[in-house]
C-alpha cells in the first residue's frame, strides 16, 4: 500500500508541476469535438497545436533562417521561431454521408477560410529569469485570417482525399505566423512572450453540392 500511495503521489506532484510549468503549458495539444449543425450533416474535430511562444523575445522580421526567424519560405507552413504562432488541424467527420458525396458531385470551386481571436502577452524577465508583470501587455488580434497549409483547404482536394482514401477522415489544416512585436524592455531585463490565448475559432466554407455553406465555431479557450 505505501508503494502505492507513493506512485500516486509522484503522478499528482507530476501533474500539479505541469499545471505550474508554464502559462498553458498543460494545454499546448488540445482537441474539442463541434457537433454537426443539423442533423445528420458534418461534424468537426479542431486540434489546436504546434504553438511556438518565443521565449526570449527577439525576432527579426527580415529572417528566413536561424532562431530569430520571422520570414516564410517556399512551402513553409509553420509558425516561425523568431514570431511565433499556432498550427490548427480540422477533420471533418460524416462527409461521404451527405447526399452530393453520394451522387458522385464536384466541389463548386469552395475553399475552406478559418479564423480565430488572438492575444498575445508580452514583457520582461528579470535578470533571475522571472517574469515582471509589471511590464506586461497584451496584443489582441479579432478574427483574425489563419493561412492555409498548402492545397488542403481546397474542398476538391479534400473530396478526393475521401474518395481515395475510404477508411480515413480528413479536413484543412491552417495555421499562423505572427508577425513581430515591438518590447522595450529596461536595462538588464529581457523580452518575453509569456503567452498565447486562442478563442472564437471558426472554420467556414460555401459549397453547394457537398459541404454546403457551413461554419464550425468553438470558443476554445487554447493556450500556450
Known sequence: MPRVLGRLALALFAG????????????ADTSVEIPAPTDGGISAT?????????????????????????????????????CGGFSLGVTLHNVRSQPGYLAGLPSTGGYFSASADTARTFGCLR?????????SFVVR???M?????????DSNWLLGQLARYPDQDYGPPFFVNFPAVQVNCPEGMTATQYGL???NVNIFIDDANVFGTTTWSTPGPFYA
Open 197 to 199: 490565448k486562442v478563442t
Open 141 to 143: 488580434t479579432e478574427q
Open 46 to 82: 479542431v486540434r489546436f497545436h504546434g504553438a511556438v511562444v518565443p521565449q526570449p523575445y527577439n525576432p527579426d522580421p527580415n529572417a528566413a533562417f536561424g532562431p530569430r526567424k520571422c520570414q516564410l519560405i517556399y512551402h513553409d507552413y509553420n509558425p516561425t521561431p523568431g
Open 127 to 135: 535578470p533571475d529569469g522571472t517574469f515582471d508583470h509589471g511590464t
Open 145 to 153: 485570417p489563419l493561412s492555409g497549409v498548402y492545397y488542403e483547404p
Open 16 to 27: 500539479a508541476v505541469l499545471v505550474l510549468a508554464g502559462p498553458g503549458s498543460a494545454q
